[in-house]
DNA sequence: CCTGGAGTTGTCCTA
DNA sequence: TTAGGACAACTCCAG
C-alpha cells in the first residue's frame, strides 16, 4: 500500500485539513507519495498569468518540502490516467485531498474514485475549501438557500470554532526515508502579472498586510479601484496558498482589536459570498451554462463577435470600462467595482450574452474562482440568483464619477487620455476639437467614441427584459 | 398556510 | 445642491 497525498487547490503544508489526516494516518515505514497533477485538460481556461501564479505556489512548495528533506512530485497529465498509471505500477494506492466543489471537479473526482475503488484502492475527500459543507447551510425546511442575506445570517449563526480552527498539520512527522519521488517536471517560462506574485510567502505577507493596513477601513475604501483598499488575497485562496480559515480567523482578530467592526464586517460578508456561490453552483449545477432564473434563456442575446473584440480590448469609447479591460489584459486582475461595471456594460450596453464575458474573464484571470465568476456574471446580466433587478442598470458615467472621480485609475490605464482634464475624463468625446488638440488626444483617432450611446440603448434592452417578464 | 418585510454594490426625476 | 421617492413587481424566507 502507497499513500498519496494529491494537493490540489490547497498548495501549503500548513492548515489543511486533508493533509492533517494523511499524516496522522501515516505509520513509519509506509511508503508515501506528495503529488500534483497539472491536468491539460483543466488548462484550456488558464491564461499564461495564473498558470505562472500556479508555477511560483508550486516552486516554493518544491523548496520548502526539499529543505525538510521530502520530494514533491508535480506529473502531467490527466489525473484520471495518472493514477490508472500509479495504480498499476505502485498496486494498492490510498489518495488523500481536499474536496473541491465545481460540478465538473465532481465528477472527475467520482470517476478516479469508482476505478479506485474496484482496485481495491481508494481516495478520501475532505472539506477544506470552504468555511461550510454545500448541505450545512440549509433553510429550515431542508432546502438551499437562493438569495444572499438569509443565506448570510444562517453562516453566522452557526459558525463555530470548528469552521474555523487551524488544521494540525506536523509534516515532521512523516519520514523522509519512506518518501517516493517519480518525475522532474519543466516549468514553461510564461509572462507574469506585475501585480501578483504566487506562493504563500507573498499569501501571507498580503494577509498581514491588509490585517495592519487596510481590514480596518475595507467598507469605505474597497469601492474605489486607484485606492489599495481590497486584500488581493482571492488568487491566493483560490489556489490555497492561504486557508480561508486564516482569513476568517484574522477577520475574528481584528474585530476584537478595534471599537467599530463595521469595516470588518463587510469583508466578512465577502468571504461568506465565496461560501455563498459554492453553495449555489453545488445546489444548482445547470448554472454552469443556462440562467439561474430560468425564463431569462428566452432572451435573445447579441452575438456581434465585432463590439464584444472591442469591448476585450479596452476599445469600447467609454474610459472606465477599457481602463478595467486593459487592467484585466495587462494584470491579469481588475478591480471589483470595475469588474461590475465592465460585466454590466457588456450585457446591458452592448447586450452580448454574458457567457461570453464570463468565458472571457475565466481566461485573464488570476483568481479565477468557477463559482465567483459565473455568479458574478449572472448577477450583473439579472439572470442569476438574488441578481440585480434588470431595471438597475449601472449608468458607466455616473459610475466613473462615483468611483474614480479623477480619472486617476482611468489615467493609469488608458493611457492617450492621460493629459484629459479630470471634468472630461469620464466623458472625453464631449471635448471639442481645440481641448481635444490641448490635451493630445484626438477622438476618433487616438480614442474612440463610444461604440454604444448609453442612454438609448438602456431602452432597449429595458424593453427586452419587460417582455421576458410578461 | 398565511403574511409581510426584505432583497450587495442604482438611476433619475422632482421639489 | 441635495434629499426623497418612483422605478416594477416578484420571490424568498422567517415568524
Not at 516554493?60 to 521530502?70: P, S
Not at 510567502?201 to 480596518?216: H, V, W
Request: with cysteine; glycine share 6%; net charge positive.
Amino acid at each position: 500500500m502507497v499513500k498519496i497525498f494529491w494537493f490540489r487547490k490547497d498548495l501549503r503544508i500548513f492548515d489543511n485539513r486533508a493533509l492533517e489526516h494523511f499524516i496522522e494516518d501515516t505509520k513509519p515505514g509506509e511508503k508515501f507519495l506528495l503529488l500534483y497533477i497539472k491536468n491539460r485538460n483543466s488548462f484550456k481556461y488558464f491564461g499564461e498569468m495564473r498558470v505562472s501564479f500556479l508555477y511560483e505556489s508550486l516552486k516554493e512548495m518544491v523548496i520548502l518540502l526539499k529543505e525538510k528533506g521530502y520530494n514533491f512530485n508535480i506529473i502531467k497529465g490527466d489525473s484520471p490516467i495518472v493514477f490508472k498509471e500509479l495504480q498499476s505500477k505502485y498496486g494498492n494506492i490510498s489518495v488523500y485531498a481536499n474536496r473541491q466543489t465545481e460540478p465538473y471537479s465532481i465528477e472527475r473526482d467520482k470517476a478516479i474514485m469508482d476505478f479506485l475503488s474496484t482496485k481495491g484502492s481508494s481516495l478520501k475527500l475532505y472539506s477544506d475549501t470552504t468555511l461550510f459543507e454545500p448541505d450545512e447551510i440549509t433553510k429550515d425546511d431542508g432546502n438551499p438557500y437562493s438569495v444572499f442575506t438569509p443565506f448570510s445570517r444562517k453562516c453566522l449563526n452557526l459558525i463555530s470554532e470548528n469552521h474555523y480552527k487551524s488544521s494540525n498539520c506536523k509534516i515532521e512527522k512523516l519520514s523522509p526515508e519512506d518518501n517516493i519521488s517519480s518525475e522532474i517536471f519543466k516549468y514553461e517560462d510564461l509572462k507574469k502579472s506585475p501585480l501578483f506574485c504566487g506562493g504563500r510567502t507573498e499569501g501571507l505577507r498580503l494577509l498581514k498586510e491588509f490585517y495592519k493596513n487596510g481590514l480596518d477601513k475595507y467598507k469605505s475604501q474597497r469601492d474605489f479601484p486607484s485606492v489599495k483598499g481590497t486584500s488581493f488575497l482571492s488568487a491566493h485562496l483560490h489556489f490555497g496558498t492561504v486557508s480561508i480559515r486564516e482569513c476568517y480567523r484574522a477577520a475574528l482578530k481584528k474585530q476584537k482589536e478595534i471599537k467599530n467592526d463595521e469595516e470588518v464586517k463587510v469583508w466578512m460578508n465577502e468571504l461568506l459570498w465565496r461560501e455563498f456561490y459554492y453553495h449555489i453552483t453545488h445546489h444548482f449545477p445547470y448554472v454552469i451554462n443556462s440562467s439561474f432564473k430560468k425564463q431569462y434563456d428566452k432572451l435573445e442575446w447579441n452575438y456581434d463577435e465585432k463590439s464584444f473584440k472591442k469591448w476585450c480590448e479596452g476599445k469600447t469609447g467609454y474610459p472606465i470600462v477599457d481602463a478595467g479591460m486593459r487592467q484585466l489584459n495587462e494584470e491579469g486582475w481588475m478591480h471589483n467595482r470595475v469588474r461590475m461595471i465592465t460585466a454590466m456594460f457588456l450585457t446591458k450596453d452592448l447586450f452580448i450574452d454574458w457567457r461570453w464575458g464570463e468565458k472571457y474573464f475565466a481566461e485573464k484571470l488570476i483568481d479565477l474562482d468557477f463559482a465567483s465568476n459565473n455568479g458574478g456574471w449572472q448577477w450583473s446580466a439579472s439572470t442569476g440568483c438574488d441578481a440585480q433587478p434588470y431595471f438597475r442598470i449601472f449608468n458607466p458615467y455616473l459610475q466613473s464619477q462615483r468611483f474614480d472621480a479623477k480619472g486617476t485609475y482611468i489615467r493609469k490605464y488608458v493611457k492617450e487620455l492621460k493629459n484629459v482634464p479630470d471634468k472630461c475624463i469620464h466623458k472625453p468625446d464631449d471635448m471639442n476639437k481645440e481641448q481635444q488638440v490641448n490635451c493630445g488626444v484626438v477622438i476618433g483617432k487616438d480614442y474612440p467614441f463610444p461604440i454604444v450611446e448609453h442612454k438609448s440603448v438602456k431602452e432597449n434592452v429595458l424593453n427586452k427584459f419587460k417582455s421576458i417578464t410578461k
